[in-house]
């Protein structure tokens, strides 16, 4: 955009933000482009449900109040129809033209139609209109199109006019699947966000409140967490018990402290120390651990909570206590906190939405134990209390205020869920064979002491993949030799004689450690990761392979696995410097032994290594995460470009069929540890290419095992021959779909 066109654009913005509120902002912004681009008439139209376009803002247009263009009428409706720019000359010619009663529309010579569209569906549109027969020139439709990405993202977040029961379908990500009807309630408690930089004038008094504080945080958390372990479980109380920790932080304990020792009151000191550890955690490239971030905020406005309390200024939101929790409700809030969830009665509990967060959350992870859905990240929130809603998990999507129609049609859904959830929880500690008694090995992924439970209580057949590097990112220093070696031997006791398979630390580039100096990298995931950071840092590496060694001493059950591996040099110095540990243990009377050694494919060029290797590993694990990150070049992390990153991608499913094939011929044992196994469709094309070990998240195991005893594995044989006669992800997709439609009517909550 040329310079004149962005000062044109940042006059008319800086005119509108003026405003408070939308529709003087949407009088403004109507003022502002019309005197900005000389055009006689700018008007601003909604959509409304029913697909009627009600007129906003008009500069320009004679008696306008109200106007309504009725659905699909005049060029207005021709821009909603076409999803196009109608900019033309003499409009009263065109066969669509439709004229608004009294405003003297007529007077006018031409017209220019801009969709406002968001998230693919028009939600609006702004016209401007001129008395000269002269069409909107590129430059001025240039600014208008910039202008409408902003108003359409306003309108979409708009409350439905006065007496209008708004009725839309808002977009979110999953964070729990499964579907739910009930009642919105607002979670409206105070948070940190509304405060504001404040001094105190004695600081010795705001320091005895943050001690009084840390005590009267301690005690409620650890009588939620008790009341939590009662009602619904020892495993999501490790949730409560993670705030305790964070609250005893001594870094966190000594950030708050120094704030307060600047002259800082205790709120605005706290809310600096939550920032800064929150963004620490936002800064990690690691999505379980960005979504932490989260825990940090629910802290400190617990803590804000507690001490609003203490200073007597609470006042209780009546509002919020009028809110009939007799009834079935979905919990809303912009995030929400366990503790939030802890308050309430369970059984009413149906459903989560929440504006922000992520797949990730705790409170993602809560409504997974809970089975019930939970709708991540939908943005501003347009819910009001006793707004009727419909929580679609498996779309990550909320219907506010639907139709009784639809309502219906969900209700039969949520019977057969809550059917098919009853028999496949009820399978999943029975093997996974296949109806051709093709047995499937399904293992967990974890990397969290709160993952250990779940993995067990789901059927898990072990762990496929531990991802060591959660345990060192919790935490604000290096654990030490014992510390791993505690850690390891938890899980190895947890799983008795199954497998458990120890990742080395996958660090580095794009997951730094707070604690060790990362220089910046350009492109991190392309940068100093996994065994390249390890490498440069041996000594770390010679402790962990040391602790994992001293962990699985009295066990055989532990397995170590290679992140990012791919080169021979790396893989011949890792199994030297693995050699001299047990040598060196066992020189000194240890009886260590080395545990079978696998590597990770997920760097495309070792698929061609794999033969050259295969006298030095014991097995391989796909991790389809990265592979397909570095197959597609596209980030896996990136929300901008998530839209793009399939491993259902044809290139995608043959390069993991010729990892299965190379694997096979070279009596290597294969498994995948990335998310794909997890996702119906791709476990199909992946029993089919032959794979028959797989490692996902603890919540998928009962779905996916239930799946693999339907099967038939000469059919999914079938399924990936046609499919890599394919030549895009949705055409596949849809032929999976069409696969696990047969099995019976109940595999609808698959797919
Ligand atoms: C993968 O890349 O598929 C994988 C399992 O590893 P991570 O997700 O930890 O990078
Ligand atoms: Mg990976």
Redesign the pocket.
């Known amino acids: 955009m040329p310079d004149a066109a962005i000062s044109r654009l940042v006059h008319i913005i800086s005119h509108a933000a003026q405003a408070s509120d939308f529709q003087h902002q949407a009088h403004l912004v109507v003022e502002g482009i019309s005197q900005t681009l000389s055009v006689d008439v700018c008007s601003l139209y909604q959509l409304d449900h029913q697909q009627n376009l009600q007129l906003l803002a008009s500069q320009g247009l004679k008696n306008i109040h109200p106007v309504s263009i009725p659905k699909g009428k005049g060029l207005v409706g021709q821009v909603v129809d076409t999803i196009q720019i109608v900019n033309i000359i003499d409009p009263e010619q065109q066969p669509d033209y439709f004229y608004i009663p009294n405003t003297d529309e007529d007077r006018f010579k031409s017209f220019c139609g801009i969709p406002l569209i968001q998230q693919a569906c028009v939600v609006g549109v702004l016209v401007v209109q001129r008395k000269q027969p002269i069409v909107i020139s590129v430059e001025d439709e240039a600014i208008l199109l910039t202008l409408a990405a902003h108003l359409a993202l306003l309108l979409n977040n708009l409350p439905a006019p006065l007496g209008e029961i708004q009725q839309k379908i808002i977009k979110g990500v999953s964070g729990a699947k499964g579907v739910a009807i009930g009642h919105a309630l607002l979670c409206q408690s105070e948070t940190l966000a509304s405060v504001n930089i404040q001094h105190s004038q004695d600081s010795n008094k705001e320091q005895l409140a943050w001690k009084a504080l840390q005590q009267d945080a301690l005690n409620e958390l650890l009588q939620e967490s008790e009341q939590v372990k009662a009602s619904i479980g020892e495993s999501l109380a490790l949730v409560l018990e993670a705030y305790q920790q964070l609250l005893l932080d001594p870094l966190f304990i000594s950030q708050v402290d120094s704030y307060i020792s600047t002259g800082d009151t205790l709120p605005w000191a706290l809310k600096q120390a939550v920032n800064y550890f929150a963004d620490m955690f936002l800064a990690m490239d690691d999505p379980y651990l960005q979504a932490r971030h989260e825990d940090i905020f629910h802290l400190g406005d617990k803590l804000y909570q507690i001490w609003n309390r203490t200073q007597a200024q609470h006042i209780e939101s009546a509002e919020s206590k009028a809110v009939d929790i007799e009834r079935p409700f979905i919990l809303c809030g912009d995030t929400i906190s366990v503790s939030d969830i802890a308050s309430l009665p369970a059984e009413k509990l149906k459903g989560i939405v929440c504006s922000g967060g992520a797949a990730l959350s705790h409170v993602a992870v809560f409504a997974n134990a809970l089975g019930i859905p939970a709708v991540m990240g939908v943005g501003e929130l347009s819910i009001q209390n006793h707004d009727k809603l419909i929580v679609d998990g498996d779309r990550g999507e909320v219907h506010l205020n639907p139709a009784d129609s639809l309502i219906k049609e969900y209700r039969v859904l949520i019977k057969g869920w809550q059917i098919f959830k009853r028999e496949t929880k009820q399978a999943c500690h029975l093997p996974a064979i296949t109806q051709d008694g093709h047995r499937v090995i399904v293992m967990a992924n974890s990397g969290l002491q709160a993952d250990i439970l779940p993995g067990l209580n789901h059927g898990a057949e072990g762990i496929g993949?531990y991802?060591t590097e959660l345990p060192f990112m919790v935490r604000s220093n290096l654990p030490t030799e014992d510390e791993q070696i505690s850690i390891y031997r938890q899980v190895i006791e947890a799983y008795g004689d199954k497998p458990v398979c120890f990742r080395l630390l996958?660090i580095g580039g794009d997951k730094p450690l707070s604690y060790l100096p990362f220089i910046r990298e350009e492109n991190p995931a392309l940068g100093l990761r996994g065994i390249r950071f390890l490498l440069g840092n041996e000594l770390i590496l010679k402790t962990q392979i040391r602790a994992i060694l001293h962990a699985s001493l009295d066990a055989n059950n532990a397995q170590l696995l290679l992140p990012m591996i791919t080169t021979t040099q790396e893989l011949d110095r890792l199994i030297y410097l693995l050699d001299s540990e047990v040598q060196g243990l066992n020189q000194l009377g240890v009886n260590a032994q080395r545990p079978p050694l696998g590597v990770?494919v997920?760097v495309p060029s070792i698929i061609s290594m794999l033969p050259l290797w295969k006298s030095r590993i014991d097995f391989v694990s796909i991790?389809?995460?990265?592979?397909s990150q570095y197959l597609l070049a596209i980030d896996r992390n990136n929300p901008q470009v998530a839209l793009y990153y399939d491993p259902l991608h044809p290139g995608v499913l043959y390069e993991l069929s010729r990892i299965v094939k190379t694997a096979t011929e070279y009596g290597l044992p294969l498994s995948v540890?990335?998310?794909m196994a997890s996702d119906p469709v791709a476990a199909l094309f992946l029993l089919g290419m032959g794979v028959r070990r797989i490692s996902i998240s603890a919540a998928h195991i009962p779905t996916i095992k239930w799946l693999i005893q339907q099967v038939n594995t000469k059919d999914t044989k079938q399924l990936i021959t046609t499919a890599l006669a394919m030549e895009n992800a949705s055409d596949i997709r849809k032929l999976g779909e069409q696969m696990l439609a047969n099995f019976s009517k109940e595999t609808n909550y698959l797919s």
């Open positions: 993949l991802r996958d990770m997920e991790g389809s995460n990265d592979l540890c990335g998310e």
